[in-house]
């Protein structure tokens, strides 16, 4: 069984800059959330697809969007990337068996860091 | 609003002594509560859960019991190892709201 993967592992972009971010979902998991970890701090929520749609967002901007694909991968992307976007950038997938969301157990990658300069 | 406060760390312990991160957590409702560990260089996992009041989770020799009455869920463990060696986050989550919310995590040190 492969677990979550995430590309690429590192990223330096600048300000200004438009980036995205890549996330493969553990075998039969077809829930993907996305978060943000900076340094040193816990991960905050930044949004959550179900069946290739949003199904939920935290407190971030239009800035930050994202897609699911019919096979359950999911990317990030990030438009006008500011400095306070240096953080590592969590995805974590798990499976969802029924119409009602669920916070249980959530399998995590590795982690992609951007480093905005 | 949800929240989840757990103590700073590092926490610096030697081989053998006993372990507890506290953490503490405001939430209306009944959310389900998780450690997850991040050792160095690796993603976030899972360590336990417990998803009512008096639960007990438990793995790897850790355990934390969901106590409504004074909104915690510490963590412990007995006797650590050096492989113990990790930074250690609590955090809740309520099935209608489907996301996790995080505490600051706590960096544990073991010393052999």
């Known amino acids: 069984e492969t677990g979550v993967t995430q590309s690429p592992t590192h990223l330096i972009k600048t300000r200004g800059q438009q980036v995205t971010l890549r996330c493969s979902s553990q075998?039969?998991?077809?829930?993907v959330s996305w978060y943000q970890q900076a340094l040193g701090q816990g991960p905050q929520f930044i949004f959550q697809y179900y069946r290739e749609e949003e199904n939920g967002r935290g407190n971030f901007p239009p800035r930050f969007s994202g897609l699911q694909f019919p096979n359950y991968s999911s990317e990030l992307n990030v438009n006008a990337l500011e400095l306070d976007d240096s953080a590592l950038y969590l995805c974590a997938s798990s499976p969802r068996t029924s119409g009602y969301p669920s916070t249980d157990t959530q399998y995590f990658g590795p982690g992609t860091r951007l480093t905005v300069l | 609003g949800n929240s989840v406060t757990q103590m700073e760390g590092p926490v610096t312990l030697s081989e053998e002594a006993f372990l507890t991160i506290n953490c503490t957590y405001t939430a209306t409702g009944y959310p389900s509560l998780f450690w997850y560990v991040q050792y160095p260089g690796e993603g976030l996992q899972l360590l336990l859960k417990?998803?009512?009041a008096d639960d007990k989770g438990s793995n790897k020799g850790f355990e934390a019991t969901y106590r409504k009455e004074t909104t915690s869920f510490h963590l412990e463990k007995g006797s650590v190892q050096v492989s113990d060696s990790a930074v250690y986050f609590c955090a809740l989550g309520r099935d209608s709201n489907y996301q996790l919310i995080w505490g600051a995590g706590t960096k544990l040190i073991i010393k052999p």
């Open positions: 417990a998803t009512k």
């Open positions: 075998s039969g998991h077809n829930t």
